[in-house]
């Protein structure tokens, strides 16, 4: 069908002012990451080097900090993958009416200043956990649940679940082939979005962690910054990197995923 | 099989009569207990992380030093230094919601208009990232660039420019304004980007063909239109903003009276206090804050959706 | 609501151009709409009648050309002060406002006061039949509803000419023949002089005192219905507006030969290779045992109520062609028979073979 062309008198053009407002949204969001990078490499005679990366790549208290949070981080994928999918999706095959109770219990952590969670968990939380650093597992489990639902959420409200149960089930499937072989691959790209968001959501985290006196990569960040404000600003940048990369990752094997898929027809 | 047949039967009455009604009824509610089965992983998961800690931060609120029931916790945290951390919290809130509605508005906007798909694809993605960029990263991005020796005050003080001369200082509410931006500028934009681009050209279109000038336009339907977006974004940044911890620790720690911040040093024990459960008063003050402006944004969101989903 | 003292506008478009980049939308448009018409604007999509209207409107804005209403040149007057009324394809009612708000609206902005404005409103809700629904939404009104009120609105300000984008192409089949009547009949009653775009032919020539067919940015042909059916001026119109079959053809000095007989040509093409544009109407057919190229075999026939429609091959060259006939006539003619073709048309157009 031949493209309609059509002109406006009326329809908002950008002028001047619009687009010096996207220039300066432009310039207010790279200029900190610039600065950041430059701030890193710079030596005070004004030569660069990279000296601050390596101080900081040679501390032990990166590796283990950083350590400690991949930790956390694929504990609480594990919860996404073990508590959250199988729930979401058992909510919009068999529980719809739980709906709204649900949608509400994952918005809580939305209204609990994390402060709140963390005073709430020194509180009321047994001594074993709190020796344990993998409680905070647990409490980003719930931190993370607000992003991880709607994902989860919007995905298989895509993809109409009741539908393709019924289908499978009535020509024979069992349970675990409908939820490996249709639903999974179907909503692939919503578990991949629940995913990254927890791990950006747990790596960036620092309320809880800090309270909770461990040492996780943002709060030894802290700590290190206090001192030695060149090297957190290094660590600083290598972790947008590290979550950029990651972005970039998950979304390229989503798309393969997603072309395999179609390719082949259904799952 | 049987249980997918069992959920098609569901309601319909497979015989009349009195005789068979309570079967049917049990039959019924052990269906429907056996649907709610499946979530109660969820829920025993929840009771445990969010409800025990929220509800003992409620009832220690009204504990006192002795174990009784008091309401002199809440006394003190309504005095003093810990009333000006509260009302510090809401100002930095309300101040840190209106620029960033005002800036992330008028994005929103420019993007909108725009037209470009280019643009609303790279603002969109970009925004994601950067709402999830806050914390302790950010506090040192923006050391680097406006902090003392950043490097944009730095080169701003070779042409004579001296930001700090002023009353603006990073360490400061200030500071945290314009850090806060970095994350809420992106919110606002993802909240408010939909309503804007929900605005047909055919409103617009018939209301100048009515006769209407541009301001009558946005006076009559424009503005009304995106007042439920707006104020719900505005409430939703406020929320954030008042609850947020990381940066203005990491920034101001203690100098700067924050409700969050100091409810951490009571943790701490940084700060002694004479109740001891005043730090509990503290963070019911912070959930009911929060909880007002949520369902305040709730409230308003749902107002725009009635009309978008109609168009 | 008094309506004898409006008279309708008289509308000129003369000589319209409008480009976007190196695609001439508008290509010299000279239109006009004498007072109280109402002149389908009828094409394929791209062919400019939407643009045509929208410069009208003074949506748009021409690059050569006029727009003179009453014998005042409007080309360059902004929209809002053209005095017009607009109903747009969908979706233009303002959601936030309630059905009488929005036909008071164009009231309201000329700054008529809140009672007067509010009985005109409702009066003209009572027009279009939507009197009960003046306090509901958008939202909770079907489409043909919302149409209603959009051209309530459009009319409340007593408009100079009415404009009509395509109304009815995004409702259901049902509502579409429903409200053409209705949007023919309150226009009428009114006596606007009214410009009304679309794609769909039925809809144009049922509602039309003229229909003006365009293509590529050219009006190809302006006429009564009747006409524009009966004798089209050209292959495109002939081909645009009703069923048309085409029955390849020899042009021979003046003559058209088709299907073994000879008729004259009514013009079009004169290409090599031809087909000839005859109305399923026009062709006789008669049980017969021939096989000649005055002949073919009856292959699928539809029952349409009062007509039928048979799909015929002919043996002259295997072409598919339609031939309607009353049902009465048709009862024998089965699929299978072999019947004789008469084409009973007094002239035939032409047109190159190998399009569509």
Known sequence: MTKIKSGSTVTPKPGFGLNSVMIFGALFFTIPIISAFIFSVQVGDGSYSVFAYMRMLQDPGLASSLWLSTRLALMTVAIVLLLMVPTVTWLHIRAQRAKRVVEFITLLPLIIPPVVTALGILNSMPGFLLNTPYLLGFVYGVLTMPYTYRSLDTGLNAIDVRTLVDAARGLGASWRQVLSGIIAPNIKSAIFGAVFLAVALVLGEFVVASLLLWDTLPSWMAIVGQADAEGAVAVSVLSLLFVWILLMVLSLLDRRRKVRVNVGGMA | MTDLIQSHNEGAATQSGGANVSRRNKSNFRKVLFDYSGLIPFFIFSVIFIGLPTLSVVYLAFIGNSGEVTLANIRVALQAEYLTSLTGSLKLGFFSALTGAITGLAISYAVAISGKKKIQRVVSTASGVFANTGGVPLAFFFIAAVGNYGLVTVNLQKIGIDIYSGSFTLFGFSGLILVYLYFQIPLMVIVTYPAIEGIRNEWREAAINLGATKSMYWKYIGIPLLVPAVSGAFLLLFANAFAAYATANVLTSGTLPLLPVQIGSLVNGNVIADQSNVGMAMGLEMIIVVAIAMTGYTVLDRKTSKWRKSS | ?356
């Not at chain 3, 279009?128 to 300000?157: E, F, P, T």
């Not at chain 3, 003006?212 to 940015?217: E, I």
């Not at chain 3, 006789?284 to 799909?311: H, M």
């Not at chain 3, 598919?320 to 035939?348: C, F």
């Open chain 3, 1 to 356: 609501m008094n309506t004898s003292s409006k008279r309708g506008s008289l509308v000129e478009l003369s000589n319209l151009v409008r480009r976007f980049g190196d695609v001439t939308a508008l290509d010299g448009l000279n239109l006009t709409l004498q007072p109280g018409e109402l002149v389908a604007l009828l094409g394929p999509s791209g062919c400019g009648k939407t643009t045509a209207l929208r410069l009208l409107a003074g949506l748009d804005l021409a690059d050569e050309g006029q727009v003179i209403v009453d014998g005042q040149d409007l080309t360059n007057v902004p929209a809002n002060k053209r005095d017009m009324g607009m109903v747009f394809q969908a979706y233009s009612l303002f959601p936030n406002l309630t059905a009488v708000e929005n036909v008071a609206f164009g009231l309201k902005v000329r700054g008529v006061d809140e009672t007067k404005r509010n009985k005109k409103a409702q009066e003209l809700l009572e027009l279009v039949g939507l009197s009960k629904q003046a306090n509901r939404y958008s939202h909770q009104m079907s489409g043909g509803q919302q149409q209603r009120v959009a051209l309530a609105r459009a009319l409340a300000i007593e408009p100079k000419v009415l404009l009509l984008d395509e109304p009815l192409s995004a409702l259901d089949a049902k509502v579409r023949t429903q409200l053409r009547d209705e949007i023919r009949r309150v226009q009428l009653e009114v006596g606007t002089t009214t410009l009304f775009v679309t794609h769909d032919q039925e809809e144009a020539m049922a509602m039309a005192d003229r229909v003006g067919v365009m293509s590529n940015g050219k009006l190809e042909q302006i006429d009564a219905p009747d006409k524009i059916y009966a004798n089209p001026s050209t292959a495109f119109v002939a081909t645009f507006v009703g069923a048309m079959n085409r029955i390849p053809a020899i042009l021979n000095s003046g003559k058209v030969s088709v299907l073994g007989q000879s008729i004259t040509h009514g013009g079009g093409s004169n290409a090599s290779s031809l087909v000839a544009l005859v109305r399923p109407e026009s062709i006789e057919v008669k049980i017969s045992n021939t096989n000649d190229a005055k002949s073919g075999v009856v292959l699928a026939r539809s029952f349409l109520g009062p007509q039928t429609r048979l799909t015929i091959k002919t043996h002259e060259s295997n072409t598919h062609i339609h031939v309607d006939l009353p049902s009465s006539e048709a009862l024998d003619l089965i699929s299978g028979t072999n019947v004789s073709l008469k084409i009973t048309a007094a002239t035939v157009l032409t047109d190159a073979d190998g399009k569509n």
